[in-house]
C-alpha cells in the first residue's frame, strides 16, 4: 500500500477534513437517567425518554456539557455563551423520535486547534454536542435494535479541510485520541465504537483554489483504518482525475478485507435534515464563571503535561507518548515524582525505575498502573533510600522484586531479609578500613594527590562485595576513610 | 350521608368538601357519574376509554385516605382526560390508529398532580386525532356531538373533554390547546375553557403537536373550580425545561367576588377586526362590553393587526413542528405496523400511511414542506419572525391594560359533515375552517394565558345554542378576575 507521502509529488494535493465522534465518558445518557455503562441485554438501559415515548420530554444534563467544557479548553477553542440544540430529521429505526438532538448552526465552542510535532497545526471547525442513536443488528433476515446507546452523549469534532498528508490525518487523530482520554473525556475505545472517525478528501490541482469533489468515508474504527483507507481513496480519486474521469461525490465504507473503498450511497445533494431549534430545551448558557470552574478541576492539559515530562522530568519523545496515553500512567508517574522531589534523585533515574523496571514489573502481573502490584507512596519510599545512598542500585532491584511478589513495604521487605541499614553500611565500613589498612602503599600515594589509586581500592571493593555494592556509596565512604586513616 | 341531588350542578369544589366533611364518598360520586355516562356517551360520543372497575378501585383508595386523615382539595372529583394526556395503565391513542393498543407507562405531571390531590381521572375523551382540528371530526372514533345540537359538532380539538362538562357528566376536564383547541369548544359546549399561560403546567405527558404553541388547558362550569384547581396543577416539574409556573399566584378570594370593577381598564376590538364574525355572537359580545363598561369597567377599541397575520403564522410553525413531533410514529417500537414490509422504508411509510388520518397527512406534508430546504426561509423563519411581532404587539396590549376582549369564535358550531364514522371525515373548505381560530391563536402565539367564558344563548335552526368571548391577561390571576366581571 503506498503511502500517502508518494502522492506529494503528484499535480493533485489532497484536501482532507475529518469528523469525530466520541462518546462521553458520563454516568447517564444526555437528556435522561439512564446509565451508560455496557449492559448485559438489550433495551435494558433505556426509559421513557430515550425511547421516545409519546408525550417525553428531554431535559438536559450537566456532566456532558462539563466534559465538552474541558474538551474546548483543551484544544483552545472558543466558547459561546449561547448555544442551541435542534433538532435533525431521518427515518430511521434506530432513531426513537425521528429526529436527532444535535447542535446546528449554534454549537457551544467554535475554532480550537491541535498541534502536531512537525509543528504543524490542524484548525478545528467546531465541537458540538449531540446524542446517539440506538443499533441496528442484522442477522440473517431479521433486523434488531438495541436501544442502550440511544441517548448516549456524544462529542462531535470537526477539522477543517487543512490537512493534506495522510501521516498527519493520523497523527492528528491519535492526539486527539490520547487527549480526550487524558481528559477524562472519553475513554476512546475504538472497538467498540466509543470513538468514530469519519473522513473526507477530495483532491486538488495544486495551485488552484477551486476545490474537487468530495467524498464521505465513514466509520472507521481504527487508525490503521484510517491509514489505509485514506491512502486508497487518494489514490482512487488520484487514477480517476489522471484520466480525464471526474469523481462522483459519494458516502464510501471502507472494506478492511479487500483496502478498497465502496461506494455506500450516491449523494446527489447534502441531505435535507430539516432542522428545526428544539423548542423543548432553553438555549445553553456556559458562564464563564461555569469554564472557570471547569478548569479548575480538569486533568491537566495535555500541553502543559508534555512540557512537564519533557523539560521537568527529561523524557524523550517515545517515553512522553507512552506515559500520556496511559492516564494510569501518568497520574502513577507525577505521584511518585512528587514524592521523591526532595530528595535528590534525578529525572533520568525515576524514569529509568517507573519505565524499565517497574513498567516490566505491571506488564508481567497483567495489571495496569491504577492497580500496580507496589503503590506509588512504596516505590517512591524505595527511591528516595537510593537517592540518600542508603540502597544500591542492584539491592534496591532485589527490593524492588520482593516488594512486588509480597506486597510488603520496603522496610518489612529489608527485615525479611536480614539487611539492616546500618548493618550494610557498617560492614562496607570495616571492609574499607581493612583495606587500607591492608594497602599502605596505595594509601600514601593517594595522600600524594594521585586519585588514581581510588581505581584499585574500587575493584577491591567491587569484588569483595562480588557487585553488590553501590560504587557512589563505596566512593564516598572510601575518601571519608582515607581522610580519615593515620 | 347527604343525598346527592343534582351531580351535574355540583362543582368540584363542593364535591371535594362533601367527601372532606363526610356527606358522601368519593364512590358515591363516582358510581353517580357512571350512571351517567351510557346516557351522555351516546349522545356526544365525547369518551374514548373508561374503566368502571378501575373508576370504583381509585375512588375507594381516595375514601381509605380521607377516612386516614389526608388532606386532598380535590377528593372524589371525577375527572375527564383528553386522550393526547397520559394516564399511566390507561389508553393513549390521540384517536388515531397509529396508537391502538399503546398504553401509557408514565402518566403526565398534570394528572398526576391531580391525582395526589384526589381527584379521579376516570375517562378519557374524544378528540380530533394527534389534537388537530376545530371540529373534533378527525377522531377515528368518530365525531364528537354537541350537547345541545346533537347534529353539530362540539369543537375540536378537545371536543370529547368540552362535551363532557358541558353534558354535566363531570365538573373538570383536561384538554390541549395547541391554537384554540380548549377555548373553541368550551364556547361551543357553553362552558369555561381556560388555557393556561406557556409553561404554567407542565407539558410532560402530553403528546407534544406544537412543541411552543402546546398547553395542557381545564374546562368547569364553575369559575371557582379553576382557582382551586390551578395552583395544584401547576406545580413546578424538572422534567420540562420549558415550564416556568403560573405567572402570577392566584388569589381564591379575588376569583369569587367581583373586584372593584372601576380599576380595570380592558380593551376590546374595533368593528375592523369583527366583520368575519356571526351577527348573533357579535350581538353578545357587544352586549357584554356595554354591561362591563356599566360596572365602572374603562373600555377603550383597538384594532389589533396582528390579528390579520396570526393564522398564516400559526399554521406554518404548528405544522412544522407537528411534522417534526410526529416522526416518532414509525410503527417501530409501538402501534400497529403492516403485516409484510420489504424495507425499512416500506415498513416506515406503511405504518404511517395506513395509521394517520388525513387531516393528520395534511399537516404532517405542510410541515415538511415548510421546513424543507430551499423553502425554510420563505416560510419557516419567516413565520418566526411573524410570531416574534405578533407576540410583541399582544404582550405590549395585556401590559398596558389589564386585559382583552375578544370573541372565541367567529360562528357558531358547523353541522357535523358527514356520518362517517371511519375516522377521515373531509369537511368541505378544509382552509377556511383554519379559519375559525383567528381569534384563539393570538394567545398561543404569544403565550399568554386566555379564557373562553359563556356570555349567552341564542336560538338557531331551532336550537338553543351557547355563545362565549374570550380574555386574555398578562397573568393566569388576572384572566380569572376578568371572568368573573363577565358572569
Not at chain 2, 373550580?225 to 409556573?245: E, F, K, M, N, R
Not at chain 2, 373531509?426 to 379564557?451: I, K
Request: hydrophobic share 40%; proline share 5%.
Amino acid at each position: 500500500m503506498i503511502q500517502g507521502e508518494a502522492v506529494a509529488t503528484n499535480r493533485y494535493q489532497p484536501v482532507v477534513g475529518l469528523e469525530v465522534h466520541c462518546q462521553l465518558l458520563t454516568e447517564h445518557k444526555l437528556f435522561c437517567g439512564c446509565s451508560t455503562t455496557k449492559a448485559d441485554s438489550p433495551n435494558q438501559n433505556t426509559c421513557a425518554i430515550c425511547l421516545g415515548l409519546p408525550g417525553v420530554l428531554p431535559v438536559l444534563r450537566r456532566d456532558p456539557v462539563e466534559l465538552g467544557i474541558r474538551l474546548a479548553l483543551a484544544v483552545g477553542a472558543e466558547m459561546q455563551e449561547w448555544s442551541v440544540f435542534a433538532r435533525k430529521h431521518y427515518f430511521y429505526p434506530d432513531l426513537p423520535k425521528g429526529y436527532q438532538i444535535t447542535q446546528y448552526d449554534r454549537p457551544y465552542c467554535r475554532g480550537g486547534f491541535i498541534r502536531l510535532q512537525s509543528g504543524t497545526q490542524v484548525r478545528l471547525s467546531r465541537i458540538h454536542l449531540e446524542e446517539d442513536a440506538g443499533k441496528s443488528i442484522h442477522e440473517g433476515a431479521s433486523s434488531y435494535i438495541d436501544y442502550n446507546r440511544a441517548g448516549v452523549p456524544l462529542l462531535e469534532i470537526v477539522s477543517e479541510p487543512c490537512i493534506s498528508e495522510v501521516s498527519d490525518a493520523v497523527e492528528y487523530l491519535r492526539t486527539l485520541h490520547s487527549w480526550v482520554r487524558a481528559l477524562g473525556v472519553s475513554d476512546g475505545n475504538m472497538e467498540e465504537g466509543n470513538f468514530r472517525v469519519d473522513v473526507n478528501v477530495s483532491l486538488r490541482l495544486r495551485g488552484a483554489s477551486e476545490l474537487g469533489t468530495r467524498c464521505e468515508i465513514k466509520n472507521l474504527n481504527s487508525f490503521r483504518h484510517v491509514e489505509r483507507a485514506l491512502s486508497y481513496e487518494i489514490l482512487r480519486q488520484q487514477d480517476l482525475l489522471e484520466s480525464g474521469s471526474k469523481v462522483d461525490a459519494a458516502t464510501l465504507l471502507f472494506d478492511p478485507a479487500s483496502g478498497k473503498t465502496q461506494v455506500m450511497r450516491i449523494k446527489e445533494a447534502s441531505a435535507d435534515y430539516r432542522y428545526l431549534d428544539e423548542p423543548d430545551l432553553n438555549p445553553l448558557r456556559i458562564t464563564r464563571d461555569w469554564v472557570d470552574r471547569v478548569s479548575t478541576r480538569m486533568p491537566t492539559l495535555p500541553e502543559v503535561l508534555r512540557t512537564r515530562l519533557s523539560e521537568e522530568f527529561g523524557l524523550q519523545e517515545d517515553e512522553i507518548r507512552l506515559v500520556m496515553n496511559d492516564p494510569a500512567l501518568t497520574r502513577y508517574y507525577l505521584s511518585v515524582a512528587a514524592l521523591t522531589s526532595a530528595s535528590g534523585l534525578r529525572p533520568r533515574q525515576l524514569a529509568g525505575w517507573i519505565l524499565g523496571d517497574l513498567m516490566a514489573i505491571v506488564r508481567r502481573h497483567d495489571r495496569t498502573f491504577d492497580t500496580a502490584p507496589i503503590p506509588s507512596e512504596e516505590i517512591a519510599d524505595l527511591l528516595c533510600r537510593v537517592a540518600r545512598g542508603e540502597l544500591s542500585g542492584k539491592l534496591a532491584k532485589e527490593i524492588l522484586s520482593a516488594m512486588a511478589e509480597t506486597g510488603d513495604s520496603v522496610a518489612k521487605v529489608l527485615e525479611r531479609s536480614g539487611l539492616s541499614l546500618k548493618r550494610a553500611s557498617q560492614d562496607l565500613v570495616s571492609m574499607i578500613d581493612d583495606l587500607i589498612r591492608a594497602s599502605p602503599a596505595e594509601v600514601a600515594e593517594f595522600r600524594k594527590g594521585k586519585a588514581k589509586v581510588l581505581g584499585h581500592f574500587m575493584g577491591q571493593i567491587m569484588r569483595q562485595t562480588r557487585g553488590q555494592a553501590d560504587p557512589q556509596e563505596c566512593e564516598s565512604l572510601l575518601l571519608a576513610r582515607l581522610k580519615a586513616a593515620p | 350521608m347527604a343525598q346527592i341531588e343534582d351531580i351535574s350542578t355540583l362543582s368540584a369544589r363542593t364535591m371535594a368538601q362533601g367527601v372532606a366533611s363526610g356527606s358522601w364518598t368519593a364512590e358515591s360520586l363516582v358510581r353517580r357519574v357512571l350512571d351517567r355516562l351510557d346516557d351522555v356517551q351516546r349522545r356526544t360520543n365525547c369518551l374514548t376509554y373508561w374503566n368502571s372497575v378501575e373508576a370504583l378501585e381509585r375512588a375507594k383508595s381516595v375514601d381509605d385516605k380521607v377516612r386516614g386523615g389526608a388532606v386532598m382539595p380535590l377528593a372524589g372529583v371525577p375527572i375527564v382526560v383528553k386522550d393526547n394526556i397520559a394516564v399511566a395503565g390507561q389508553p393513549l391513542t390521540c384517536s388515531p390508529k397509529i396508537l391502538a393498543g399503546y398504553r401509557s407507562p408514565f402518566s403526565s405531571t398534570v394528572v398526576q398532580l391531580l391525582i395526589k390531590s384526589g381527584a379521579i381521572p376516570l375517562a378519557r375523551a374524544n378528540c380530533d386525532e394527534f389534537a388537530m382540528g376545530s371540529t373534533n371530526e378527525t377522531s377515528a372514533y368518530g365525531p364528537v356531538r354537541n350537547p345541545w345540537d346533537a347534529t353539530r359538532v362540539a369543537g375540536g380539538s378537545s371536543g370529547g373533554s368540552a362535551a363532557a362538562v358541558g353534558a354535566g357528566l363531570v365538573p373538570l376536564a383536561l384538554g390541549s390547546d395547541t391554537g384554540g383547541s380548549v377555548r373553541l369548544p368550551a364556547a361551543y359546549c357553553g362552558i369555561i375553557g381556560l388555557k393556561p399561560g406557556y409553561g404554567a403546567l407542565s407539558r410532560l405527558g402530553l403528546v407534544a403537536y406544537g412543541s411552543s404553541l402546546d398547553q395542557i388547558g381545564v374546562f368547569a362550569r364553575d369559575l371557582n373550580d379553576l382557582s382551586l384547581v390551578l395552583p395544584i396543577v401547576s406545580q413546578a416539574d424538572p422534567l420540562d425545561a420549558t415550564w416556568t409556573g403560573l405567572r402570577a399566584p392566584i388569589d381564591e378570594g379575588a376569583v369569587r367576588t367581583k373586584s372593584a370593577a372601576s380599576s380595570f381598564k380592558m380593551v376590546s376590538l374595533a368593528t375592523s377586526n369583527l366583520e368575519e364574525v356571526d351577527a348573533s355572537i357579535r350581538a353578545a359580545y357587544d352586549e357584554k362590553i356595554r354591561q362591563l363598561k356599566d360596572l365602572g369597567v374603562a373600555i377603550e377599541e383597538r384594532s389589533i393587526p396582528a390579528l390579520r397575520r396570526g393564522i398564516a403564522t400559526y399554521y406554518v410553525l404548528a405544522t412544522a413542528e407537528a411534522a417534526s413531533n410526529l416522526s416518532r410514529f414509525d410503527g417501530v417500537r409501538y402501534g400497529p405496523r403492516p403485516s409484510v414490509s420489504r424495507s425499512v422504508v416500506g415498513l416506515i411509510e406503511g405504518a404511517r400511511d395506513q395509521g394517520f388520518g388525513l387531516e393528520v397527512k395534511r399537516r404532517i406534508a405542510l410541515g415538511t414542506f415548510v421546513l424543507s430546504a430551499g423553502y425554510q426561509d420563505a416560510y419557516y423563519n419567516t413565520a418566526v419572525k411573524l410570531r416574534q411581532s405578533i407576540a410583541r404587539e399582544f404582550c405590549a396590549l395585556v401590559d398596558e391594560f389589564d386585559g382583552l376582549l375578544l370573541p372565541t369564535a367567529p360562528r357558531f358550531p358547523p353541522h357535523i359533515a358527514a356520518e362517517d364514522l371511519s375516522g377521515s371525515s373531509e369537511s368541505t373548505g378544509q382552509v377556511s375552517e383554519y379559519g375559525s381560530d383567528v381569534f384563539t391563536v393570538g394567545a398561543n402565539l404569544s403565550g399568554l394565558p386566555a379564557m373562553s367564558v359563556p356570555i349567552g344563548w341564542t336560538l338557531k335552526d331551532g336550537s338553543r345554542l351557547p355563545m362565549g368571548m374570550q380574555v386574555m391577561a398578562r397573568s393566569e390571576a388576572k384572566v380569572l378576575e376578568i371572568g368573573r366581571l363577565l358572569s
